[in-house]
């Protein structure tokens, strides 16, 4: 389902979720993703390793992770694996 940045910054406060992986470093395997600030206000990209920027976390909004969100989701990618979603769901808890 399509989500908004604001649902998806209120759901990530509710849940106190600290991390929402994205996509594993194809050279070392490392899962780079989301990073959140304690209030949840701030949100950081950390891209893990050194492979390809660096390994430093590098500051973004809710409105880009709302858009890796939304283009995962089978509105936007028909052909999205179920066993995807499921993890995505284990991950923000909108049909827990
Ligand atoms: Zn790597």
Request: charged share 25%; glycine share 6%.
């Amino acid at each position: 389902m399509i989500r908004t940045a604001e649902e998806l910054k209120a759901q990530a406060k509710i849940k106190k979720i600290t991390f929402y992986p994205v996509h594993e470093c194809s050279m070392c395997g490392y899962m780079c993703g989301y990073v959140f600030a304690n209030d949840w206000e701030a949100v950081g990209y950390d891209a893990g390793c050194d492979c390809t920027y660096g390994s430093q976390v590098e500051m973004r909004d809710w409105n880009s992770l709302a858009e890796t969100y939304n283009m995962n989701q089978p509105e936007r990618n028909p052909k999205i694996d179920q066993k995807f979603l499921d993890d995505l769901d284990k991950i923000w808890q909108f049909n827990l």
